[in-house]
């Protein structure tokens, strides 16, 4: 949190917040103040000597977390109601947002902020089969950040859904790549044996499995195709 915010807090909860450390984005700002005015206020109708002090606020898996040096629960009901719309707003600029995960965090974002982040990060291609076939024509990179992705994603015409896993739904998502685009499969296809090689230097999981899965989905839809 920036240090303007940090001193209004600090200013207006003196008692409460003392020298704790606020680690959390500026777009929570209104969030820690909309807590800690009610926070304060049940502290105050406490005996002073069980008056509780913040320890830390932070963010912990994506929301809002205050560690208290003793609590109620009465605090805790206000904590938990602070953690709950913590949930729903993003965290860097405070507009509406969803709890994501990407690769190593669970942040909470909403879609701008989600695919400004998302577009500098650093992806290992090997975890998105469909990533990792459309990377294993153009480079040996392992990983490539979210603007090459994007890159990669626009790239193909025909997407193949029966393909994609729920983490690379999730970073197509937060890239905001449409179900309008349909990378193509079967381009690929025609070509396994090049394909097979280009993905033995991408994929370090069963690639047997993995194109056999291929096979499969391609033999259906040509069934399909077909009645
Ligand atoms: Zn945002």
Redesign the pocket.
């Known amino acids: 949190m920036n240090p303007t915010y940090q001193r209004a807090l600090r200013a207006a909860y003196p008692r409460l917040l003392g020298t704790a450390p606020i680690g959390i984005g500026d777009?929570w700002y209104s969030l820690a103040r909309d807590m800690l005015d009610p926070l304060d206020e049940e502290c105050r109708t406490m005996p002073e000597v069980e008056r509780p002090t913040v320890e830390a606020i932070e963010q912990k898996y994506g929301s809002l977390r205050v560690h208290l040096t003793n609590s109620t629960p009465e605090l805790e009901h206000i904590l938990f109601k602070a953690e709950e719309q913590s949930e729903t707003t993003?965290e860097?600029?405070g507009?509406p947002?969803l709890l994501r995960q990407d690769e190593m965090w669970w942040v909470t974002?909403?879609h701008?902020?989600a695919r400004e982040r998302a577009e500098k990060a650093l992806w290992c291609i090997s975890n998105y089969p469909w990533l990792a076939m459309l990377a294993a024509w153009r480079t040996k990179a392992k990983s490539l950040d979210g603007r090459a992705c994007h890159e990669l994603y626009l790239s193909a015409t025909l997407t193949d859904s029966g393909i994609l896993n729920s983490e690379e739904r999730e970073l197509m998502n937060m890239l905001q790549i449409g179900d309008d685009v349909d990378p193509s499969f079967e381009r690929l296809l025609t070509e396994p044996d090049k394909l097979r090689a280009a993905l033995d230097e991408v994929l370090t999981g069963p690639l047997d499995k993995f194109m056999a899965e291929i096979r499969e989905i391609r033999e259906k839809r040509e069934r399909e195709d077909n009645k």
């Open positions: 777009g993003c860097k600029c507009k947002g974002l909403c701008v902020c």
